[in-house]
């Protein structure tokens, strides 16, 4: 009788956090944190997180998304 292997499970995550301060026309602060989590197996993968930001100044803000 043979036995097949157990399905292996993956899991993985990240956290990260960035705080800056700007000077000049657009003053003011920015803060921004993250969280991100996997979890999965040969055959399903889950991905989840969420993201916070806050600007407490003037001006135009520029965001660009890698992902």
Do not use: C
């Not at 960035?18 to 991905?47: A, C, F, P, R, W």
């Amino acid at each position: 009788m043979m036995m097949s292997p157990p399905d292996r499970f993956y899991y993985g995550g990240e956290i990260g956090f960035l705080y800056g301060h700007s000077i000049g026309k657009g003053s003011g602060d920015m803060m921004e944190s993250y969280i991100s989590g996997q979890v999965g197996n040969d055959h399903l993968q889950i991905t989840a997180g969420a993201a916070f930001d806050q600007w407490s100044g003037q001006g135009v803000r520029f965001r660009s998304f890698n992902h």
